[in-house]
């Protein structure tokens, strides 16, 4: 059985736009899916669907086999983990603090209530140093949040996702603020901690390139519906332009100057030079 | 010679904008009101200016140096009355604020109450409160305390729920999608962001209620207030002296170590 299952999922917005369109996906676990799609075609609330950050007007959202609602929230929550473009982190608290509130939804009654005078148990403050051993930030640990670079900050926010041992980790566009090779930082490390972990990992991205690379899976939405549902090397210049529209042949090309495409692929021909295509890839 | 100058305002038709104009003339309109209401008189007002520095003449007298141990006595009641009537007013006012800001509260319900609280306790000034608490528990620094504490529950009970309300959502949201129950979304999301305005806000309640503090005396709540009438009533200004120059002091002192722990601590 497929660990989220989402079924003719609809949301709209109050100012009359709609966000989803009778939406349908199953994500098995372990795998690591990409939503790819241009400014405004539900990605983002899609995922937040998944956590219930966003409500849906019809439709539902299972994860693990039980069907969100108003009840279970927290409990889904602490299984499901989210990463997100602008990191989110509480910048005046320190990193450890930070990621420590991963914890917050594993704690006893007691612990609960120590957790309000910022006091955490011992195995609490053994997983958050191991997460942030994982992420590379150790000794970091008792900087206040803000003073990192973004690139570090994100990988907090890793960290506080991973201390939650979730099941399912969500980002949302992760990269899009970072400078590009951070953001290859990031999808590597989002990657190795969806094979080693066993972790599902949905990403919504932006950068066709970095689906292309790091994808299992990738799902093309626009204007709320999805418009594609492939492997990256199903994902040709006709799938390209059913998620984007016409404009993307002229600005992106298709070429196999991309070193990840085998060499046998080469997709339609474009009038792009090669160089060109590399440089905007 | 000819030169033209026009001068424009940066609007489609060169003229101030019409909220603008509008309420300059409100304002004009406002003063004119408020000027005839208090009597405003500018050949008093100027004539009043040589009375200043006749009655400022009276100070320069030799000071009633025997009067100190009974002035540090009193300062330090009211430097007292002050740090205890904001730490309690502290305690109650961080729980108050988290139930009257609109992203903190629990429901709409409790948040109107809570508002309505802080609006009526902070309506009577300190000196009404003082007077009620006087009746109720005698003189003395006590019901000056009460009624600093009460006055200031009021005022930073609002000014921090207002902090709690500017917090940066994002950070909130971060917090949340971790599973995070209520109390522990507003310690670790909402109360440290809103931390640099708290305190802030507390240095600036801290400096007001030293000064309040000072005049409570006069309707017998303890402190510095009784003694500072007493000598203006009696012209004893080699007192007055001495008492005016010790506020002046400690609300410099005040003003000196306040930006230094402000950066500290923020």
């Not at chain 2, 948040?111 to 009746?135: C, G, I, K, M, Q």
């Not at chain 2, 012209?235 to 002091?249: D, E, G, N």
Request: overall charge positive; aromatic content about 8%; charged content about 20%.
């Amino acid at each position: 059985m497929s660990l989220i299952r989402i079924v003719e999922l609809n949301k709209t917005f109050g100012n009359g736009i709609k966000a989803l369109q009778s939406v349908s996906l199953e994500i098995e676990a372990g795998s690591f899916v990409v939503v790819l799609g241009p400014s405004g075609a539900g990605k983002s609330t899609l995922l937040r669907c998944i956590n219930r950050l966003e409500i849906p007007g019809s439709g539902t959202v299972s994860v693990a086999g039980e069907e969100l609602n108003a009840a279970n929230v927290r409990r889904v929550r602490s299984q499901v983990g989210m990463v997100f473009q602008q990191f989110n982190l509480v910048g005046r608290l320190n990193v450890m603090t930070n990621v420590l509130t991963g914890r917050l939804s594993h704690l006893s009654v007691f612990e609960g209530i120590a957790s309000l005078g910022y006091l955490f148990g011992k195995t609490d403050c053994q997983i958050a140093r191991e997460a942030l051993e994982r992420v590379g930030l150790a000794a970091r640990a008792w900087d206040r949040a803000d003073r990192l670079s973004g690139g570090e900050q994100q990988r907090v926010g890793i960290a506080r996702a991973l201390a939650q041992r979730p099941r399912v980790m969500l980002a949302d566009e992760p990269v899009a603020s970072l400078d590009p090779v951070t953001g290859d930082g990031i999808m590597n490390l989002l990657k190795e901690i969806c094979v080693t972990d066993k972790l599902t990992v949905i990403v919504n991205l932006h950068q066709v390139s970095l689906a292309r690379r790091f994808a299992d899976r990738i799902v093309g939405m626009n204007s709320g519906r999805i418009v594609f549902d492939g492997s990256p090397r199903d994902l040709n210049s006709d799938a390209l332009k059913t998620i984007y529209g016409e404009a993307i042949e002229h600005e992106y090309g298709v070429s196999a100057a991309e070193h990840s495409l085998p060499a046998g692929r080469l997709m339609a021909a474009s009038p792009i030079p090669i160089s060109l295509a590399q440089r905007v890839l | 010679m000819t030169s033209s100058i026009s001068l424009r305002w940066p609007t489609r038709r060169g003229l101030p904008p019409l909220p603008f104009v509008v309420g300059i003339a409100a304002l004009l309109a406002a003063l004119s009101f408020s000027a005839r209401v208090v009597e405003l008189d500018l050949g008093k007002l100027a004539h009043s200016f040589v009375q200043l520095f006749v009655f400022a003449g009276n100070f320069f007298v030799t000071p009633d140096w025997a009067y100190l141990p009974d002035l540090f006595a009193r300062m330090a009641e009211t430097v007292g009355m002050a740090l205890l009537a904001t730490t309690i007013a502290l305690f109650a006012s961080v729980p108050l604020a988290v139930l009257a800001a609109r992203n903190a509260t629990p429901n709409i319900f409790v948040y109107r109450v809570a508002r309505d609280f802080l609006s009526v306790v902070r309506a009577l000034p300190e000196l009404v409160w003082a007077l009620v608490f006087v009746s109720a528990v005698g003189l003395g620094p006590l019901p000056g305390v009460m009624a600093l504490s009460v006055v200031t529950i009021g005022f930073m009970g609002k000014l921090f729920a207002e902090s709690i309300e500017v917090v940066d959502r994002k950070a909130v949201e971060g917090v949340k999608v971790v599973g995070a129950r209520w109390f522990q979304l507003r310690i670790f999301a909402m109360l440290p962001q809103a931390m640099p305005d708290l305190i802030g806000t507390t240095m600036y309640i801290i400096d007001h209620n030293i000064r309040a503090a000072a005049i409570l005396g006069i309707v017998g709540a303890g402190g510095i207030g009784f003694d500072m009438i007493e000598s203006m009533h009696l012209f004893r200004f080699a007192r007055l002296i001495l008492i005016t120059a010790s506020i002046y002091v400690l609300v410099s002192l005040l003003d000196h170590i306040s930006p230094w722990l402000r950066e500290k601590v923020i």
